[in-house]
């Protein structure tokens, strides 16, 4: 979980979380799929873990990244 770091600017959101561990697995998810996902805050969680939590990827993998979870029901 990355808080306000810059390495991440310019990268696209995929979904918000409120909590860490949902976000942590969905980041692994897409990871799994080959998608290079990040979990990123712009302030601390508290101190169970929530907060605006926000799962982003490079910009040229945005559209991978939102058609993973629409297929996985399939």
Same mark, same amino acid.
């Given at each position: 979980?990355?808080?306000?770091d810059p390495r991440f600017d310019?990268?696209?959101t995929v979904s918000t979380f409120e909590d860490q561990k949902t976000a942590l697995a969905w980041r692994d998810q897409l990871r799994q799929m080959g998608v290079d996902a990040a979990c990123v805050a712009e302030? &601390?969680? /508290?101190?169970?873990?929530?907060g605006d939590i926000y799962l982003v990827v &490079?910009? /040229?993998q945005w559209s991978r990244a939102k058609e993973?979870?629409?297929?996985?029901d399939d």
């Open positions: 979980m990355a808080i306000g310019g990268w696209e302030y &601390p969680l /508290d101190r169970l873990g929530r &490079p910009r /040229d993973i979870p629409e297929n996985l």
